[in-house]
């Protein structure tokens, strides 16, 4: 791509994300190769920010430099690195072309460059083609010429958000992106329920107001509490997690608020409680809705007052704390039925948000079913793990009753299912369907082994849901089946249900399968 086609670019007034996908893309025209990542390094993972030319669940891995060696080699370099046929090294992105769906293919030529941001390593562009030859000196020179115009891209990027207010970045010491073990539970998602609640999350974090996350099991509400601690005034101090549900009543008074030397049979010495932990930070309350109504009634007056007293302690302490609550009970409910303090609801959910399940977040299923691919691959010693497109149909088509956490599970079940079975870790290993082991609703082979239609299969998936979401349930179910009959390809899936393949294409969209 002519640099002045770069530099056109960094003109347009865009968000950030749009514009580096308009790069990337662009930079694949020009290089007429089959992809191109722009990555963004975060401790020691690197993690795709724009992405032309791979898979969908592609955008949901991270890439460890650890496990990625052609990765960990761009990022010690100051200059463009090709990587010929014949390299030793495996490609992170081996069967993760989308150039030919359900074809395991591995990379055959690829190059990239580390890109730089006020001196400090920012992460990665990367070129990869099925074709060798692709990349000869010319192209890695091009490459060279173009990456001072990248890091102006990111730096005016990077600015124009600060500004705009979008982002809120927290610092060490050093001026440097603060990383860790908190920054390793990110919310993935791109789906319109998700960019609404961290845009609230991004606001309310600041803050200290209690928060209730509300939703299923499963659904991720201790990523959501971590999300909202790390972009807090409190982000220097670690969140202080406690699940409720797992507290004994003769123990919970002790846990939350501590207790002294002889205050019950085997209190041997003093003890802090996790409120005094959580002094000057976040103290998180998974489960808050199993709390017993007696330590309901302490806790409220903590939340009203700042102070705590250690039991068998009559001397109070003063904590400065903030709450963050979850829960996947409906404490309204509760309320009625007199299982929980309605002041001590209202306390605790000055800003409430709900968190929604994941078969209402479809567009999001391939980025996490990526994210936890990548995990299995780096945990197994793999050296490619990857969906077949009828697995990825079924993914979709199902309705996930424990959420994220079941998705995590299939996947992580599968892959030792493969190895089990013969798959080499040399290999590009491929999980299809059958390997995935799910009861589908519209599913032929699930309908004649329990004996009932599939029709009555689908109407039980979508009992209880509004008309309008269960038309949305319906619509998606009966697309992605029939794009998984079809070996995922989507003119035959038009074809198959009589529509156009552009009208098909734009319903796809609307039901967030694309």
């Known amino acids: 791509m002519p640099g002045q086609q770069l530099l056109t670019e960094l003109i347009k007034d865009m968000p950030a994300g749009e514009r580096f996908e308009h790069i990337v893309k662009s930079i694949r025209t020009s290089f007429n190769c089959g992809a191109v990542v722009l990555l963004r390094l975060q401790g020691e993972y690197l993690r795709p920010v724009a992405v032309s030319g791979l898979v969908t669940e592609a955008h949901g891995r991270k890439f460890s430099l650890a496990q990625h060696p052609r990765l960990s080699a761009v990022m010690t370099t100051s200059h463009a690195l090709r990587f010929p046929p014949d390299s030793p090294l495996p490609d992170p992105y081996d069967g993760l072309l989308e150039a030919q769906p359900g074809e395991a293919l591995p990379v055959h030529d690829c190059m990239g460059t580390s890109l730089w941001l006020n001196g400090e390593r920012w992460g990665a562009l990367t070129l990869d083609s099925l074709t060798p030859g692709t990349f000869d000196q010319s192209r890695i020179d091009e490459l060279d010429s173009y990456r001072p115009i990248l890091e102006t891209a990111i730096r005016i990027s990077m600015l124009e958000e600060e ?5 809120r970045v927290r610092l060490d010491g050093a001026g440097n992106l603060a990383t860790g073990t908190e920054a390793d539970n990110e919310i993935i998602g791109n789906s319109s329920p998700i960019r609404q609640i961290k845009k609230e999350l991004d606001v309310v974090a600041a803050s200290d107001l209690p928060v209730l996350l509300l939703g299923e099991t499963g659904v991720g509400k201790e990523i959501f509490a971590s999300y909202t601690h790390r972009l807090s005034t409190r982000a220097a101090r670690p969140m ?3 699940n409720c549900a797992a507290l004994p009543e003769h123990l919970a008074e002790s ?21 005094e932990t959580a002094d000057k930070s976040t103290l998180f309350l998974d489960e808050v809705g199993e709390l017993p109504l007696p330590v309901q009634a302490k806790l409220l007056r903590v939340l009203q007052n700042g102070e705590i007293q250690r039991l068998g302690s009559d001397k109070t302490r003063h904590v400065d704390v903030r709450i963050l609550a979850a ?3 409906n404490l309204k409910e509760q309320i009625t039925e007199g299982a929980f303090r309605a002041d001590l609801y209202h306390r605790l959910s000055v800003y409430p948000i709900p968190i929604p399940p994941l078969r209402e977040r479809g567009q999001d ?3 996490l079913a990526g994210h936890f691919l990548e995990l299995n691959r780096t945990r197994l010693g793999l050296r490619s793990l990857r969906l077949s497109a009828d697995a990825e149909a079924a993914l979709q088509t199902y309705p996930w009753p424990g959420n994220i956490r079941e998705l995590e599970h299939v996947i992580s079940r599968a892959a030792i ?3 089990s079975r013969g798959a080499q870790r040399h290999d590009i290993v491929t999980l299809d369907c059958r390997s995935l082991d799910l009861e589908l609703p519209t599913s032929r082979h699930h309908a004649h082994a329990t004996g009932e239609d599939s029709s009555d299969s689908l109407l039980k998936a979508v009992q209880g849901m509004p008309m309008k979401e269960a038309v949305k349930y319906f619509q998606q179910t009966l697309v992605l089946h029939e794009l998984q009959q079809q070996q ?8 198959a249900l009589g529509m156009d393949p552009s009208n098909l294409h734009k319903l796809a969209q609307k039901l967030g399968l694309k």
Do not use: C, M, Q
């Open 163 to 167: 500004i705009r207010g979008l982002r």
């Open 240 to 242: 202080v997690y406690i």
């Open 255 to 275: 846990e939350l608020f501590g207790h002294v030397k002889g205050a019950f049979s085997g209190a041997t010495s003093d003890r802090a409680g996790r409120f």
């Open 327 to 329: 829960t996947n009970r």
């Open 365 to 367: 299923i391939p980025l």
């Open 417 to 419: 299912k493969a190895l």
């Open 488 to 495: 995922g390809s989507w003119s035959k899936t038009a074809r």
